[in-house]
């Protein structure tokens, strides 16, 4: 009995630590987001000023600032300034994330997930014979069979 209860807070406190950090991943996740619309949202500026720098040179054979491309590079600039406010933030999130991961304790050592062997630590064993069935009855059929002894459908 004292397994299942050992079993049981330590999967407690696991649903615990999820439930606490579920929040702060939501607003990472949201953030991360709004920073990669702001990303999109430069990107899609800089190729709208390529396309009136060109526009502009290719009236005179010489670039003049005009007053749509004056307008363009203070949004441009507007832009960077928000999307570098985001990454602070997602930065600073992602480090309060990392350090609440730090703050839980592991498992203990005695505990009924400890004392059992782990997955990683399991070889694959090799089987010692391979069974064959029917994939109509699951009757055993042999290997190179194409019709079932039992139901007598034919397979592959």
Known sequence: MNFFQDLKQVFEKGV????????????????????KGKKESIQDSYNRLGQLVYKEWEKKQKIEITD????????????????????????SLKSSVDHIDQKQQPIPTNSPLNSSPSLANLSP??????????????HQVKEDASVCPNCQVRFY
């Open 125 to 138: 064993k090799t089987p010692d014979a391979i069974l064959y069935l029917c994939p109509f009855c699951a």
């Open 16 to 35: 615990e630590q999820v439930g606490n950090q579920s929040p702060l991943v939501k607003e990472l996740a949201r953030l991360s987001g709004l920073l």
């Open 68 to 91: 749509e491309i004056r307008e363009l590079l203070k949004s441009i600039q507007d832009v960077e300034r928000q999307a570098t406010k985001l990454a602070n933030q997602v930065d």
